[in-house]
């Protein structure tokens, strides 16, 4: 019998574990996708509304109006799906999500997505079999915008749902003083709204640096504020560093680690984002999720005790497609039998293993998560143990060139354009 499998999301990760189940037809069946939107892209479907939609659903994507690919092309791209070669190497929101449409198009996906379809449930089954062998199969109940709900058993779910939704926001003491403006990234959409206001910028991550350079650009005054070490690169004009903020005073100013204190009309969280599945009961899986780890997940994918249940893309600082297109195929890998797994409390004790690893050596708790440097040796692990071809050296090779120039210049790096030359070679162009 084939294998019936649910995928939870068609942005990158749902697309692509759709196109490689679709590729082996004689294990799978047609996958089912489960999106609760009414187009594929997820996070790249910029939306100009924020909170919920008319339908009282929230509105997914985080992407902001201007927004370019902190990543080029050349290696943002499903290994084998390049970008169109007219493009420049960082692109638009609009030129991804065109992307997406592209790749979803060229392997015949449409016809299995379920569009304004949300997964409300999933739901281990697990049956006795003759000989005391255990088979779990999976409850997936959906419901149409209509109204209209569904229950489904599948053999595996691939949970592919991203994780670039739920703003967090950390506990600020006295910010109900603040007398401003208050929101997170997520709904930040573009910079005219705030021109010539005086800003603070919590985190000079990705988004936080991205959105104070838009800002002081419309004449903002942007305060900078994170708890990481001094920033190394020159900030344009508009912005000043700042130590984190720890509190707002009675009085509406912000008071900031080192002891100064500024006055603000907005505040900004660039805080990142938590770990949500409001369709699973974690504790039911056996996995502890908090805000920014899951635990224990075996290959950073599955609970040991589920392992036909899939996290794809929950890794964090890493070069996004090509890495979900490695966890997919191992994934689909594990299914068919071509990866035998250890045993469930092997797989705990590993996972286990390494965390107490990272933890000695000084990574904190909510990193865990993060595989960074790591993710080329993961990625490789992952084709080795499951039989595919591994990444390309010149992947790595240009990804870590990026992000040097990102941290010279964080302004500038995306006026360069790059070019392939072979399986270990870039230039740039
Ligand atoms: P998503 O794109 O979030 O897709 C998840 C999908 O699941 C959505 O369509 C959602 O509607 C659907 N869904 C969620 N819950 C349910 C449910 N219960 N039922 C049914 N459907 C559901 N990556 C790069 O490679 N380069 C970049 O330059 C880059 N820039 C970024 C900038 C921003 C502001 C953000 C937020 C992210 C950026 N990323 C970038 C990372 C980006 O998130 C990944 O590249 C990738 O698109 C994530 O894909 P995903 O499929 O995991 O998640």
Known sequence: MMMRVA?????????????????????????????????VGGTWCYEEEVGVYDSGRPVHSSMYRDLRTNLPKEVMMFPDFPFDPELSSFMSHQEVQKYLEKYCQSHS???????????????PVTDLQEGGATVTSWRVTSSHVSGLQKTETFDAVFVCAGHYSDPHIPDIPGIQHFKGTVLHSHSYKFPEAFAGQSIVVLGAKASGLDISMELAKVGCQVTLSHR?????????????????????????????????????????????YNFKYPFLDSAELGVDIQQ??????????????????????????????????????????????????????????????????????GVEHR???????????????????????????????????????????????????????????????
Not at 343 to 352: A, F, H, I, P
């Open 109 to 123: 996906i449409g016809p299995h997505i379920r569009f304004n379809t949300a997964v409300e449930k999933v739901q």
């Open 367 to 429: 990193h865990l998560m993060v595989i960074q440097r790591h993710q080329w040796d993961y990625c490789q692990m992952l084709a080795r143990a499951a039989g595919f071809p591994p990444l390309p050296p010149v992947v790595r090779s240009l990804y870590e060139e990026v992000w040097r120039q990102r941290r010279i210049d964080p302004d500038g790096y995306r006026q360069h354009n790059y070019r392939l030359v072979s399986a270990t070679q870039w230039e740039m162009i």
């Open 228 to 272: 990481g070490p001094r920033l190394t690169f020159p900030l344009p004009p508009g912005i000043n560093e700042s130590s984190t903020m720890v509190s707002i005073q009675e009085d509406g100013s912000v008071l900031f680690q080192d002891g100064s204190v500024g006055v603000a009309d907005v505040l900004i969280f660039c805080t990142g």
């Open 7 to 39: 995928v939870i999301g068609a942005g990158a990760a749902g697309l692509c574990a759709a196109r490689h189940i679709l590729a082996r037809p004689k294990v799978f069946a047609r996958p089912v996708v489960f999106e609760l939107i009414d187009r």
């Open 292 to 361: 920014h780890v899951m635990s224990p997940l075996y290959r950073y994918m599955m609970p040991p005790a589920f392992p036909s249940l899939f996290f794809i893309g929950v890794c964090k600082l890493i070069c996004p497609f090509p890495n979900f297109n490695c966890q997919v195929q191992f994934a689909l890998a594990v299914l068919d039998g071509t990866v035998p797994l250890p045993s469930r409390v092997q797989m705990e004790k590993e996972v286990r293993q390494e965390e107490q690893e990272k933890l000695d050596q």
